[in-house]
């Protein structure tokens, strides 16, 4: 199957700063990328719709300003949380689909701020 | 909006019996159902995937799930667990075009005794 990647698999920041999270699909060119949040011991939650060279479509309840998605290229898109403080620290996963295709998830990365 | 539930929080199977994880979905229209598997460190797996015509689906790793519109529900089946299998289960249910816009249960992590 398709691979996705992210980096970096864990991140500890201090609160006030920003990190920003790569979401890669490594051997197809994905149209449409996908970022959720999972908290410890609960669902997925989706927080963001990117389409190449587009804006991202966020979910109800997300602050866009909070949480920035680039979706520069066919095989990238970042998300960067802006200002984190402790209650970002969360899982965060990202899925990437090639057109008319199903999605295929990262790995996910684990943010702590402290 | 949709929603899924997924009852059991953990289950214990001994390795080689038959297995059964529920899900039941909210949604207003046909629905496309998915199962995914998570192991740690690795992303989301999709297991199998219900869009339309025979209700009884066959995945990968021997499961199949069985659609039934009368009960809103989406069970995941295997006749014999492997250890291999011990994992956290999603069942999640697709709004949108293709159902990409995924909205998840809250997980049954299995648990296999040897």
């Known amino acids: 199957g398709a691979v996705v990647s992210q980096h970096p698999s864990w991140v500890i920041c201090k609160s006030g700063t920003s990190v920003k999270i790569e979401c890669r699909s490594l051997d197809f060119q994905a149209t449409t990328m996908f970022w959720y949040r999972q908290f410890p011991k609960q669902s997925l939650m989706l927080m963001a719709t990117?389409?190449?060279?587009?804006?991202?479509?966020?979910e109800q309840g997300v602050e866009k300003d909070k949480f920035l998605i680039n979706h520069a290229s066919l095989t990238l898109s970042t998300l960067t949380v802006t200002s984190a403080h402790p209650e970002d620290s969360s899982f965060y996963i990202c899925?990437?689909?090639?057109?008319?295709?199903?999605?295929?998830f990262g790995p996910g990365t684990r943010l702590t701020v402290l | 909006a949709q929603s899924v539930t997924q009852p059991d929080i953990h289950i214990t199977v001994s390795e080689g019996a038959s297995l059964e994880l529920r899900c039941n979905y909210s949604y207003g229209a046909t629905p496309y159902l998915f199962w995914y598997v998570q192991s740690p460190g690795q992303g989301l797996q999709l297991l199998l995937k219900?869009?339309?015509?025979?209700?009884l689906v066959q995945g990968i790793k021997g499961f199949e799930a069985e659609f039934k519109r009368s009960q809103s529900s989406f069970n995941l089946r295997k006749p014999s667990v492997h250890w291999s299998d011990a994992a956290e289960y999603f069942c999640?249910?697709?709004?949108?075009?293709?159902?990409?816009?995924?909205?998840f249960g809250t997980g049954t992590q299995l648990k296999v005794e040897l």
């Open positions: 990117s389409n190449e060279g587009s804006k991202a479509t966020y």
């Open positions: 219900y869009f339309s015509g025979d209700t």
């Open positions: 999640a249910v697709g709004a949108g075009l293709g159902g990409n816009k995924l909205t």
């Open positions: 899925s990437a689909r090639a057109e008319y295709n199903e999605q295929f």
